[in-house]
């Protein structure tokens, strides 16, 4: 049963990188793309691609402001993609996040439309 868990987590870690990788290149950082793969590195990727700089990963450590960094970071990220903040609350949901971003990064109808969207 353990051995489904990892399978199931490794499967989910690859479709969700190579999702934010399609991703990356759409926001035009196809330099960057490969940050995808690596754990810290693809938060930064993420927040380069909402034109944040990778010191912000420091609110990250702390608690509670954390979450409601994480809540503003999606929102401005969904938004960056052309689609509602709204879809921020869906994102919340443990494994819906990684199902999320794997459709957005390979539908071709997700665009980069520019963090100030």
Not at 13 to 42: D, E, H, Q
Request: glycine share 4%; with cysteine.
């Amino acid at each position: 049963m353990l051995v489904l868990v990892y399978l199931i987590y490794i499967a989910l870690y690859i479709l969700t990188s190579m999702a934010f990788y399609r991703l990356a290149k759409k926001a035009g950082l196809a330099s960057i793309a490969w940050f995808a793969w690596v754990p810290v590195l693809n938060i930064v990727l993420q927040l380069k691609m909402i034109h944040k700089s990778a010191w912000w990963l420091l609110i990250l450590l702390v608690p509670i402001v954390n979450v409601i960094f994480f809540i503003i970071w999606q929102v401005k990220l969904c938004r960056a993609f052309g689609h509602s903040g709204a879809n921020v609350w869906w994102i919340l949901v443990p494994f819906v996040y990684n199902i999320i971003w794997i459709v957005w990064g390979f539908e071709r109808e997700t665009q980069y439309v520019g963090f100030w969207a």
